[in-house]
C-alpha cells in the first residue's frame, strides 16, 4: 500500500515493472519434510516484538529486494513456518521469480483443512516482507541511512508469523495459505507474480486478506482497522458479524487515495475476481516516518498489535469454517 504516498507526492508516477518469471513448480506438499518444535502457540507481545526486532534490525539493510538481507528475512521466515509446521504449498516454502535481472521470492507456507470439501476452498493471509533498502543524501539523518521497515512491513510480516503459529494448532475446515511477498516495493511484483500463477493453475482461493503497517493503533476511530476497498464485498460486515465486535470499518481517506489498487490484495482481485482487500492501522497522521531511516522497531506498539491479532482471530475462524462463502463481491452497478 505504500504506493499511494508516493501517489500523493509523485501524481504523475508510473512504475515501469518488468514481468516476472513463473516458477511453474508443482504442489507436492506431501514430499517436503517439516519440523515438530514444542512450543507455545499463543501470540504473544515477546513473540511479536523477536520478529519485529530481527526484520527491522540494522542487520537486514532495508530488506530491500535482491539484497543478502531479504535474504535473510526469507530464512527466517522459512524457520518460522517450519515450526510452525506448515508445509510448502509448491515443492519448496519459496515461490520464485525474477524482476530487473535479480532473483527473489514470495514465502508460502499451507496449512490444510479438515473438512473434506471445505478443504479445496483456501483463505490467503498475506503480507510484504520487502523494504526499500539503504538510502542516499537528504535521506540519511544523523549518519543513519537504512530505512529499517518496521511499520512498513515488518508489523504485517510478524502478524502473519504468528496467525501461522497460533492456527497451526487450531482445526479449520478451510486450507489456509500464508504469504509474504517480496518486491511489493518494486511496484507489487511479487503478489502480481504468485496471483498470476495461482490463477493459471485453477487454484480454488476462496478470499485474500492482506495486512498492511499495522505497527500503531488508529486514533479516535471506533473500529480496530479500516480495510480498503470497503464497498467492494460484504468481507467488513461479515467479518464483524464473526468476531461479534466492530474490528473492520471504513476510512474515507482509503477510497480517495484509492488505497484498494495500492497493495498486495489488488492483484487477487484482478487475476481471480475474488474478494480481496488490506487492513491497515496507517491513518496518515498516527506515524511520520513512511519510508524514514527511522521505522524502527521500538517505535511498534506491540501490545495493540496482540489486541488487533486477538481481535482478528475470530473473524478468520468465522471465514474458515463457515458452511458456506459467506463473503462475497458485491455488485457492479
Known amino acids: 500500500m505504500k504506493k499511494y504516498l508516493l501517489y500523493l507526492a509523485l501524481p504523475a508516477l508510473i512504475y515501469s515493472c518488468g514481468e516476472a518469471k513463473s516458477n511453474e513448480n508443482k504442489r507436492e506438499v506431501s514430499e517436503v519434510e517439516t519440523e515438530t518444535v514444542n512450543e507455545s502457540t499463543e501470540i504473544t507481545e515477546a513473540s511479536i516484538k523477536e520478529s519485529l526486532d530481527y526484520l527491522a534490525s540494522d542487520e537486514l539493510k532495508g530488506r530491500k529486494f535482491g539484497t543478502p538481507g531479504i535474504e ?8 518460522k513456518f517450519k515450526k510452525s509446521n506448515l508445509k510448502p504449498y509448491f515443492t519448496t516454502f519459496q515461490d520464485s521469480f525474477s524482476h530487473k535481472g535479480k532473483d527473489g521470492y514470495n514465502m508460502v507456507g499451507f496449512k490444510e483443512g479438515s473438512d473434506p470439501k471445505l478443504k479445496n476452498e483456501i483463505i490467503v493471509l498475506g503480507a510484504h516482507y520487502d523494504h526499500i533498502g539503504v538510502l542516499k543524501g537528504e535521506q540519511v539523518v544523523n549518519g543513519d541511512s537504512i ?16 496467525l501461522a503459529k497460533y492456527f497451526s494448532a487450531k482445526e479449520t475446515k478451510r486450507s489456509l495459505l500464508f504469504v509474504l ?7 507489487l511484483i511479487g503478489s502480481k507474480h504468485l496471483a498470476q500463477k495461482l490463477a493459471k493453475e485453477n487454484a480454488p482461493i476462496y478470499l485474500m486478506l492482506n495486512f498492511e503497517m499495522i505497527g500503531v ?16 464485498s460484504n468481507l467488513a460486515e461479515k467479518f464483524n458479524q464473526y468476531a461479534e465486535k466492530e474490528v473492520f470499518g471504513f476510512f474515507e481517506k482509503a477510497k480517495e487515495f484509492q ?8 492483484a487477487f ?5 475474488i474478494p480481496a ?3 491497515c492501522t496507517f491513518d496518515f497522521s498516527n506515524y511520520p516516518y513512511y519510508h524514514h531511516v527511522d521505522d524502527e522497531s521500538e517505535l511498534m506498539n506491540v501490545s ?5 491479532l486477538e481481535d482478528i482471530i475470530p473473524g478468520i475462524e468465522g471465514m474458515a469454517n463457515s458452511a458456506e462463502k459467506e463473503i462475497q463481491l458485491n455488485d457492479k452497478q
Open 259 to 266: 488505497l484498494f489498487k495500492r497493495s498486495d490484495n489488488y
Open 181 to 187: 511477498f517480496s518486491a511489493e516495493e518494486e511496484g
Open 72 to 79: 535473510k528475512a526469507a530464512d527466517y521466515i522459512q524457520k
Open 147 to 162: 530505512a529499517n521497515g518496521a511499520n512498513d512491513n515488518a508489523a504485517g510480516t510478524a502478524s502473519i508469523l504468528e
Open 304 to 308: 495493540h498489535m496482540k489486541t488487533l
Open 277 to 279: 482487500q488490506t487492513l
Open 269 to 273: 482481485y484482478q487475476e481471480m475476481n
Open 217 to 232: 493503533p488508529l486514533e479516535n476511530q471506533t473500529y480496530s482497522a479500516y480495510v480498503t476497498g470497503f464497498e467492494e
